[in-house]
Protein backbone atom coordinates (compact mmCIF):
# COMPACT_ATOMS: atom_id res chain seq x y z
CA UNK A 1 0.00 0.00 0.00
CA UNK A 2 0.85 3.56 -0.89
CA UNK A 3 1.67 6.12 2.13
CA UNK A 4 -1.49 8.13 1.43
CA UNK A 5 -2.98 6.02 -1.03
CA UNK A 6 -5.74 3.70 -1.90
CA UNK A 7 -5.71 0.14 -1.35
CA UNK A 8 -5.43 -2.65 -3.65
CA UNK A 9 -9.06 -3.29 -4.75
CA UNK A 10 -10.64 -5.57 -2.29
CA UNK A 11 -13.95 -8.04 -2.94
CA UNK A 12 -17.19 -7.30 -1.71
CA UNK A 13 -17.73 -7.67 2.16
CA UNK A 14 -19.88 -6.88 4.83
CA UNK A 15 -18.79 -3.80 6.30
CA UNK A 16 -18.31 -2.16 2.97
CA UNK A 17 -21.98 -3.12 2.32
CA UNK A 18 -23.10 -1.61 5.32
CA UNK A 19 -21.25 1.66 4.38
CA UNK A 20 -22.95 1.51 0.66
CA UNK A 21 -26.28 0.81 2.68
CA UNK A 22 -25.80 3.89 4.66
CA UNK A 23 -26.02 6.69 1.70
CA UNK A 24 -28.70 4.36 -0.55
CA UNK A 25 -31.17 6.81 0.28
CA UNK A 26 -29.10 10.32 -0.52
CA UNK A 27 -27.91 8.67 -3.67
CA UNK A 28 -31.49 7.73 -4.78
CA UNK A 29 -32.57 11.64 -4.17
CA UNK A 30 -28.99 12.62 -6.02
CA UNK A 31 -29.51 10.71 -9.22
CA UNK A 32 -33.47 10.74 -8.83
CA UNK A 33 -33.88 6.81 -9.12
CA UNK A 34 -34.68 4.01 -6.93
CA UNK A 35 -32.43 0.97 -7.27
CA UNK A 36 -33.44 -2.54 -6.57
CA UNK A 37 -30.01 -3.87 -6.60
CA UNK A 38 -27.25 -1.73 -4.35
CA UNK A 39 -24.65 -3.92 -4.24
CA UNK A 40 -20.98 -4.00 -3.67
CA UNK A 41 -18.96 -5.48 -6.33
CA UNK A 42 -15.38 -4.14 -5.34
CA UNK A 43 -13.70 -1.33 -3.59
CA UNK A 44 -10.64 0.46 -2.62
CA UNK A 45 -9.87 2.75 0.98
CA UNK A 46 -7.80 5.31 1.53
CA UNK A 47 -6.84 6.23 5.28
CA UNK A 48 -7.07 9.78 5.96
CA UNK A 49 -8.90 11.45 8.72
CA UNK A 50 -11.29 8.73 8.56
CA UNK A 51 -11.53 6.09 6.01
CA UNK A 52 -12.38 7.28 2.38
CA UNK A 53 -14.27 4.33 0.24
CA UNK A 54 -13.91 3.82 -4.14
CA UNK A 55 -16.85 1.72 -4.60
CA UNK A 56 -17.55 0.19 -7.39
CA UNK A 57 -21.73 -0.53 -7.54
CA UNK A 58 -23.50 -3.09 -9.11
CA UNK A 59 -27.34 -1.52 -9.89
CA UNK A 60 -28.25 -4.31 -11.86
CA UNK A 61 -27.91 -5.72 -14.88
CA UNK A 62 -24.98 -4.58 -17.11
CA UNK A 63 -25.16 -1.37 -14.86
CA UNK A 64 -22.60 0.14 -12.18
CA UNK A 65 -21.76 3.29 -10.64
CA UNK A 66 -18.46 4.37 -8.94
CA UNK A 67 -18.99 5.73 -5.55
CA UNK A 68 -16.34 7.97 -3.80
CA UNK A 69 -17.53 7.69 0.26
CA UNK A 70 -15.94 8.95 3.25
CA UNK A 71 -16.67 7.93 6.92
CA UNK A 72 -15.33 10.30 9.46
CA UNK A 73 -13.47 8.60 12.57
CA UNK A 74 -15.34 6.68 15.08
CA UNK A 75 -15.28 9.16 17.44
CA UNK A 76 -17.25 12.16 15.66
CA UNK A 77 -20.67 9.97 15.02
CA UNK A 78 -21.36 10.99 12.17
CA UNK A 79 -22.72 8.87 9.18
CA UNK A 80 -20.63 8.33 5.89
CA UNK A 81 -21.22 11.15 3.19
CA UNK A 82 -20.94 10.93 -0.84
CA UNK A 83 -17.83 12.73 -2.09
CA UNK A 84 -18.69 12.28 -5.80
CA UNK A 85 -19.87 9.47 -7.79
CA UNK A 86 -19.80 8.68 -11.68
CA UNK A 87 -22.92 6.70 -13.47
CA UNK A 88 -23.19 4.76 -16.37
CA UNK A 89 -20.05 2.41 -15.47
CA UNK A 90 -19.16 -0.80 -16.46
CA UNK A 91 -17.86 -4.25 -14.65
CA UNK A 92 -14.65 -3.39 -16.10
CA UNK A 93 -14.00 -0.23 -15.88
CA UNK A 94 -11.60 0.32 -13.01
CA UNK A 95 -12.12 2.72 -10.10
CA UNK A 96 -11.71 5.86 -10.21
Not at 1 to 13: A, D, L, Q, R
Given at each position: ?13 EKVQLVLDSIKT ?57 SSYKLNQNKDDD??
Open positions: MNCGGFTPINESNTFETETGTTYDIFSVHSYKTQVVSGTNYLIKVHLGSDTYAHLKIYQSLPYKNKIPVIIC
